[in-house]
């Protein structure tokens, strides 16, 4: 097998990553929790406010709570179908496989996705870590059992 780099990785999530700004920009927009206002009011000392600051906290709550349901669903549902990749995978031409090279489950997808955050939370040493292991595992892979692979 051979194991994908560091660097491509890194740009299949800034591709996933752009992707989702995109989409969560415009349903942020549609829902009116995305609006930019270019006047330069907010936080103004006259106390005039854009609609995306005068935008319920509830609201941004089950936005932000929407957007974490639709990140997992994407990367558990994507890395664990037939093509193993998210879209920014795919587009590098890397796949999540477990440890033998086999398709992952869902719940195996799910728990690496959560493990993300573990890889996050100790200022991206989880993630960093991907450049530097044998089998150039992140600690979410490793955490998962799981690899991240360029097909021959």
Known sequence: MKYAGFWRRFFAYIIDAILFSVVFFVIGGFFGLADVEVSGTV????????RAADASEGAQAIFQIAAVIVSWLYFALLESSPKQ?????M??????????????????????????????????????????TAKRQALHDIIASTLVIKPA
């Open 91 to 132: 587009a590098l031409g890397i796949k999540v496989t477990d440890l033998d090279g086999n398709r992952i489950s869902f719940g195996r997808a799910t728990g690496r996705f959560f493990a993300k955050i573990i890889s996050g939370v100790i200022l991206m040493i989880g993630y960093i870590m991907a450049a530097f």
């Open 85 to 89: 990749a998210t879209l920014g995978k």
């Open 43 to 50: 936080g103004s000392s006259s106390g005039q406010y854009s």
